[in-house]
Nanobody
Framework: QLQVVESGGGLVQPGGSLRLSCAAS????????IAWFRQAPGKAREGVSC????????WYADSAKGRFTISRDNAKNTVYLQMNSLKPEDTAIYYC?????????????????WGQGTQVTVSS
């Protein structure tokens, strides 16, 4: 069964950093468009960042611009989300999702594979 697995979440103080990883099982990530979504308590899931499979173009939510960076290591079949200058409002479960399409999308139904999520808590 094809799947993606997230890791790297945890508890961090405001202003701190975390790097989330999204590793693929049984398929090659660089053929897929990969997105990070997050869901905060009591809120709908939202797109955070995306890297497409066409030319590696990236997209960031306004809340992530200038603080988060998405990257791909094809040798490790892993996509990363580097998160810096974290704020309490970044607290959420972060999900990695893969879609068999060339371009980024924030529409959840367009993604074929989802991980179980990793908890990120930003608190002092």
């Amino acid at each position: 069964q094809l799947q993606v697995v997230e890791s790297g979440g945890g508890l961090v103080q405001p202003g701190g950093s975390l790097r989330l990883s999204c590793a693929a099982s049984r398929f090659t990530l660089d053929y897929y468009t990969i997105a990070w979504f997050r869901q905060a308590p009591g809120k709908a899931r939202e797109g955070v960042s995306c890297m497409d499979s066409d030319d590696g173009s990236t997209w960031y939510a306004d809340s992530a611009k200038g603080r988060f960076t998405i990257s791909r290591d094809n040798a490790k079949n892993t996509v990363y989300l580097q998160m810096n200058s974290l704020k309490p409002e970044d607290t959420a479960i972060y999900y990695c999702a893969a879609r068999d399409g060339r371009l980024c999308s924030t529409r959840e139904f367009e993604y074929d594979y989802w991980g179980q999520g990793t908890q990120v808590t930003v608190s002092s």
